[in-house]
Nanobody, 120 residues
Framework: QVQLVESGGGLVQPGGSLRLSCAAS????????MAWYRQAPGKERELVAI???????NYADSVKGRFTISRDNAKNTVYLQMNSLKPEDTAVYYC??????????????WGQGTQVTVSS
């Protein structure tokens, strides 16, 4: 079994910064792609940023230049550094991972979500 555990959410003023972390644990052979999604009240869940095993990244247009996704392969952990936060970034942020288990099965896992609120 594989688990994704997020941390780092909270309340921040507009223009501020937060860093989210997501650690994968369990029967992991390899972590393939990892991503961050977010869901604001009344809206659908959307992809924020993704990083694949080779390190290539992609971002939603709304966060380009402000957010940076990175990963520590040794720790099976992905980070989302969020700078210049805006009220419209307020959402529950979810970690997502495509992981190959020790049994060599590939599955997609979700974290429990962490609240990010940008408000003065």
């Amino acid at each position: 079994q594989v688990q994704l555990v997020e941390s780092g959410g909270g309340l921040v003023q507009p223009g501020g910064s937060l860093r989210l972390s997501c650690a994968a644990s369990g029967s992991i052979f390899r972590v393939n792609a990892m991503a961050w999604y977010r869901q604001a009240p009344g809206k659908e869940r959307e992809l924020v940023a993704i990083i694949v095993s080779g390190g290539r990244t992609n971002y939603a247009d709304s966060v380009k230049g402000r957010f940076t996704i990175s990963r520590d392969n040794a720790k099976n952990t992905v980070y989302l550094q969020m700078n210049s936060l805006k009220p419209e970034d307020t959402a529950v942020y979810y970690c997502n991972g495509e992981i190959t288990s020790v049994a060599r099965t590939i599955s997609v896992y979700w974290g429990q979500g962490t609240q990010v609120t940008v408000s003065s």
